[in-house]
């Protein structure tokens, strides 16, 4: 027995055929290909995604994270055929849909992105229920909910910080927690 597997990770296997745009999708382009942990790759590919849906307006970029999130769960389902496994590796569609909901309405700045995929990390390792409940959904809507639930745990955890920091340290100006929500 492989390490990966008496680890009960889900690693997809390799089908004859070349992959197709929904699988693509799925996988983020290369990142659900790491070699190592393609959730955190995943979630690191969504910065940049954060970094320009940031500049929309709050309606547009919840409305453009929605649509990702129901494109993200269709090529979800059609990835988990392709590779036989339901909520294979390479699927990490999930973390970004995840991550855009951690981010949501927040202000761009490094730090708060980084703490950001930090938080949705974790709440994405924990799982608290709902998260929980719907990991156990073998299907595309199952392996995205998952996510954008613990993505609103995260967000919950960032807005605690911001609201924290506000307190402790001030607002002038300079910090990221600072900006009102959307602005």
Known sequence: MSRLRARGLRRAP????????????????????????????????????????????????????????????????????????????????????GYLVTMALVPFSWPAALLGFLLFRVFDVLKPWPASAFDRVKNGFGVVMDDVAAGVFAWAALQLVAAALRLLAGCDGAGWWCAPLGS
């Open 14 to 97: 390799r089908p004859a055929q070349p992959p197709g745009p929904w699988v693509l999708l799925a996988a983020w382009g290369p990142c659900g290909y790491a070699p190592v942990a393609p959730g955190t790759f995943g979630t690191l590919g969504a910065i940049p995604v954060y970094l320009a849906l940031s500049h929309l307006s709050p309606a547009l970029y919840l409305l453009t994270v929605a649509a990702l999130t129901a494109l993200g769960a269709y090529a979800a389902q059609r990835a988990g055929a392709y590779w036989g496994v339901a909520d294979a590796s390479p699927i990490v569609v999930d973390e970004v849909a």
